[in-house]
């Protein structure tokens, strides 16, 4: 009976249960796991949930599961216990594990350093196909992590050139390794920022990329499925500062409360700020919205439609100068694009209320009075304006941002909207001051 | 000097001048680069670059280089030429990747057939590993493309198991490939959508996964550097989703302007129609702007602090959504947790309101008459009731989507905004008659 539930377990299923089971319930489990799904489920364990698992086991099979992490889940994994279990968990790894994980440990989880693996393959230029397999071999069973590429290296382990297995299995055995290598390698040096080492590594379609540092000695290699984590994050950080969150950090439900409320806080004071700015703008305008109250009836329309028409430019811009599909001198280019944009989508705006103020006159939904033509005249030009004017500054507003060295991501939709708000009541009360002088005003 | 120029010429400062040079310049160049850098240039272009350089060289360089184009290049290139031009094409490609490429033409862009490379390791479950690595030395001089796994198939090609290189490598020369193959190995079926294969890759940590057809057999394998590429071109979907902008597909400067226009437009237009109802709305509210115009004063800041709550809460929950850290199991706690959220988000840009009326009454910057205090409290509920809805509105918005079956980026920031602002009118002038009743209105 027993065995049947043992054989119907697998790494997957476990871990899929894992964050609903006790202490006991885990260690039962993952004892009860073939070697290979065992290790399956332990690589796939979060760095705190392994240090959990380790706690409970016991001593020799503590050894077992340490001794099974390569240098840098060792490092991970040492980043989240508490400093006094520190000394403990050291003296389980095995002597270069641990010199390894704690060189590791001395960059920042989002540089090419945190990111590597300092184990790689690697082969001297001057010996023979044959014997560079032989090598390679007998280096394998020394638990190399990352093994699609050898890298040559000269006496100060400096890069001279890179094989693939692929070439070196292809390669007659008896031709050296620098006839047959590549030498236009493609490296970053240790402090990369990690959003910099995901393009050169997509831009270049690489499945592993060498670290080295600044005297040029190659230190460890990031491989490609580190790279998809890290471009999620880099999206995940992009769609936040565009929704006017400052980023998270972790999924939604495990982040506190406490924090995300301030979070969110932060920003939404302050848009509320310069949202209070249409409160002032207002203010200027209070004799025209007593005179012609119909005027205060199109208010939300006219800021809102600049707000969605900015939202858009600044979207689309962001986007491009994340993926580098722009750069900064484009700038140019894109505002007399944004300018021919923005008047085409605002005159088509403009039209729509146009024909909803001298509809809603002729079918007797709404009284405008008299001027009900000069009233559908003033949304319209209105339109027109407050489009232009939110298009040009949702796609500019990203440009001045990466200029100034910020992100522009951080000019989010509701940032841009904010801004357009204010601008947008100006150029309604102008253009109904201009089109509704003598009559309504 | 000229052979000056040519050491100067990399793949890598082509591939920047490439947008710049005539076509002549473009042939001239990629002659003088040595045959590696030669490569890895035709490599990096895309497949209507690769197109346009073959139509320019002679029969005989031409034939080598569609030669050197693996089966899913060749396919993308076959995809993006005239039709006219496919037979002339054709002919340049050996019979087995032409035949390769036309099955992957097959498949749609965005599934797991169409990612796959037709060409992988695969090795019989009986021989003993030495024999297994001189069997895979002759395989990979036939140019196989994907190198880190050889697959163990039965005789139907269904897979039984994996090894990695590494394992073969670490492994006895006498052991047999059934003794230390993996057994527990993911796969998706050739239909698979592309974002569901990336979530796949990304939870196992893989580097590469092989594609069954309906029968259980292997017809390729999907490496994790293709799917850089989709996990990009996903978040960049949901990005301009998010933006209201139906995604452009291709870079911001070759997307033509009607193109362009019409993507942004139909969105601009469904959320002007909607937007549209805040003039009905403000209508039914005419009499009371008439008698009190102060009210009018606030309306562009109440509206919006309902639409950047609620662009925030969306913003979250979408991007949550798909990163499969939210379930739609999970909709009742997150409602809870956001009701909670804006009620305290909400009352603290009440307060910041309130001391603003009170403030620019008491500097004297702003004459709110005798009943200032009953302003502020309207403007304070307002908020409050606006936040908490716009808030539960953003997040719960993508739930119902998710649950149609639409996308939930879909819920965008804007629309969310628009949605909020018709029901922020009503909380705002529901607020005030019951507050300012008998006094002002």
Redesign the interface.
């Known amino acids: 009976m027993s065995m049947e539930v043992a054989e119907r377990l ?3 299923s476990m871990l899929a249960l894992w964050p609903a089971l006790s202490d006991d319930e885990r260690v039962d489990g993952f004892r009860l796991l073939s070697p ?2 065992a290790r ?1 489920l332990f ?2 364990l979060s760095s705190p949930d392994q240090a959990d698992l380790i706690r409970q086991l016991s001593h020799p099979e503590a050894l077992i599961w340490m001794r099974v992490l390569p240098p840098d889940d060792a490092a991970d994994l040492l980043q989240v216990i508490a400093p006094e279990e520190r000394e403990r968990f050291e003296a389980l790894l095995d002597a270069s594990t641990l010199r390894e994980a704690k060189a590791l440990l001395a960059y920042a989880e989002d540089e090419a350093g945190g990111l590597m693996n300092p184990r790689f393959a690697r082969v001297r230029p001057d010996v023979s196909v044959d014997v560079a397999i032989r090598y ?2 007998r280096q ?2 020394q638990n ?1 992590a990352t ?2 590429y050898a890298y040559v290296l000269d006496q100060e382990q400096r890069v001279l050139g890179v094989v ?3 070439e070196l ?2 390669a007659p055995g008896d031709k050296r390794v620098d006839e047959i290598m ?3 390698v493609v490296s970053v040096v240790e402090h990369t920022d990690q959003e910099s080492v ?1 393009r050169t ?2 831009a ?4 592993a990329l060498p670290v080295v540092d600044a005297e040029g000695r190659m230190r460890g290699v990031i ?3 580190d ?3 890290v ?2 994050e880099e ?2 950080e ?3 500062k ?4 400052e980023t ?1 950090g972790a ?3 495990d982040v506190g ?1 406490l924090s ?2 301030r979070k ?2 932060v ?3 302050v ?3 310069g ?2 700015l ?2 002032t703008a ?2 200027y305008f ?1 004799h025209e ?2 005179r012609a ?2 005027l ?6 006219i ?3 600049g ?3 900015g ?2 430019a ?7 100068l994340a ?1 580098r ?2 750069r900064l001198a ?1 700038w140019w ?2 505002c007399g ?1 944004e300018i ?2 923005g008047a ?2 605002g005159a ?2 403009g039209l ?2 146009f024909v ?1 103020v001298l509809l809603w006159q002729q079918l007797g939904l ?1 009284d405008y009075g008299p001027h009900s033509i000069l009233i559908g005249a003033t949304v319209m030009l209105s339109l027109l304006g407050v489009v232009v004017c939110g298009t040009v500054a949702g796609s500019m507003l990203p440009f001045v941002l990466r200029r100034l060295g910020l992100d522009p991501a951080t000019s989010s ?2 940032f841009v ?2 801004l357009v ?1 204010v601008t947008g ?1 100006v150029i309604y009360f102008a253009v109904a001051a201009a089109v509704l002088h003598n009559t309504l005003l």
């Open positions: 697998t790494a997957d290979e799904d399956d690589d796939g390679l071999r394998t069973q190399l093994f699609y693939s297995f692929r299995f292809g590549r030498t236009n995901a590594i997509a270049h379609d690489l499945t491989t490609v499925d790279i998809v984590d471009v999620q999206a995940t992009d769609i936040h565009l929704g006017a969150v998270l999924p939604y439900l409360f995300m409320i969110r806080g920003w939404l004071s848009l509320f700020v949202e209070l249409t409160a207002m203010g209070e919205i007593a109250v119909v205060a009836m199109f208010v939300p329309l800021i809102s439609s707000g969605n028409s939202s858009q600044a979207t689309l811009i962001v986007r491009s993926l599909e722009l484009d280019r894109v694009r021919r944009a085409t989508l088509w705006l729509l209320g909803r709404y939709a509701p909207a904010t708000d009541l």
